[in-house]
């Protein structure tokens, strides 16, 4: 018998947390940014929903419709991922990152807002802890909710091939045919950016991923 049980058992007390069990059962709120309607999908703005999705088929994760977003809670490698898909537009996506760390006392070290860069180039991906918006509205309202930017991030690059003024057509159009085999691909290395995120921490991550 290990020397824990012999001394627990002696002084006739509850077993002493052990410090890995708990790590074990820490909870992740995986924020993944979009817009709800048919009329969305799989547009360059939706890239976060497009992760969530390849997550939780990853996961065996399934969605369910709650408060301000669609939920799905999986398991990997001991961790509890909380996956959700706010239903607030993603002008309000605070509304819903906000409301769910709070329902479920998840510290803010513990979330990753996933989210599309048009300063990145297509494809790219980039794991950050903190910073400024960058003129997403999503993560604008995030910061404005949360009253911090001190938050984990992960940046999808769309790139910036548009016409001057014409941003929003952009962010709000289909893919194209010769995109989508990289999108395809760089979707399934943020799942597993996200994997490594919750079993690895923020800074391991970024010294493996932010490289490529």
């Given amino acids: 018998m290990c020397l824990r049980k012999i ?3 002696f002084l006739g007390r509850r077993p002493i ?3 890995d069990t708990k790590e074990e059962n820490m909870k992740y709120l995986i924020a993944c940014l ?10 360059r703005h939706n890239i976060g929903f497009k992760i969530a999705d390849r997550l939780a088929k990853d996961l ?3 969605f369910t419709t709650g408060r301000l977003a669609q939920t799905s809670e999986m398991r990997y490698k001991g961790k509890t991922l909380l996956v959700i898909k706010p239903t607030t537009y993603m002008n309000l996506s605070g509304k819903a990152v906000k409301y769910w760390l709070q329902q479920e006392k998840i510290p803010i070290e513990n979330l990753l807002v ?3 860069d048009i300063a990145l180039p297509l494809g790219t991906l980039r794991l950050r802890k903190q910073g400024a918006d960058g003129g997403h509205n999503g993560l604008t309202d995030i910061i404005e909710k949360l009253g911090t930017n001190v938050f984990c991030r992960l940046r999808f690059g769309l790139g910036d091939d548009f016409p001057r003024g014409r941003q929003i057509d952009f962010v709000l159009g289909q893919w194209k045919s010769s995109e989508e085999p990289i999108v395809d691909e760089k979707v399934d290395e943020a799942v597993e950016i996200i994997k490594s995120f919750v079993t690895q921490g923020p800074d391991r991550t970024m010294n493996q991923f932010n490289k490529k």
């Fill in 60 to 62: 065996e994760g399934t």
């Fill in 17 to 19: 947390p052990n410090k």
């Fill in 34 to 43: 979009g817009n709800i309607g048919a009329e969305y999908d799989n547009t």
């Fill in 114 to 116: 996933v989210n599309d």
């Fill in 7 to 9: 001394f627990e058992r």
